[in-house]
């Protein structure tokens, strides 16, 4: 059984940050990628950032250049550092891991999701 629990959300105005983090606990043998979806109201969910076991970034071009994904592997931990946010940034984001088991199959896990709203 993996969990995955979000934080770092809130309510920030219009250029400011925030940085989220989520944390994967549980069975866990191997995680192949952590990152980052959001849904705004009325809209369906979007990849933001997402990001590999070998390090590789794959970052929404509407967010690219603002907002940054790392992990840290040793904790089971993806942050996602947001600047410069916008109003159109709000949504609710969910954190996501695709976990690698020891005979070759994946599973995807998800996050409760943690709110994002920016004020103009």
């Known amino acids: 059984q993996v969990q995955l629990v979000e934080s770092g959300g809130g309510l920030v105005q219009a250029g400011g940050s925030l940085r989220l983090s989520c944390a994967a606990s549980g069975s866990i043998f191997s995680i192949n990628g952590m990152g980052w979806y959001r849904r705004a109201p009325g809209k369906q969910r979007e990849l933001v950032a997402n990001?590999?076991?070998?390090?590789?970034?794959d970052i929404a071009v509407s967010v690219k250049g603002r907002f940054t994904i790392s992990r840290t592997n040793a904790k089971n931990t993806v942050h996602l550092q947001m600047n410069s946010l916008k109003p159109e940034d709000t949504a609710v984001y969910y954190c996501n891991a695709v976990l690698r088991f020891p005979y070759g199959e994946f599973k995807d896990y998800w996050g409760q999701g943690t709110q994002v709203t920016v004020s103009s």
């Open positions: 990001i590999t076991n070998s390090g590789r970034t």
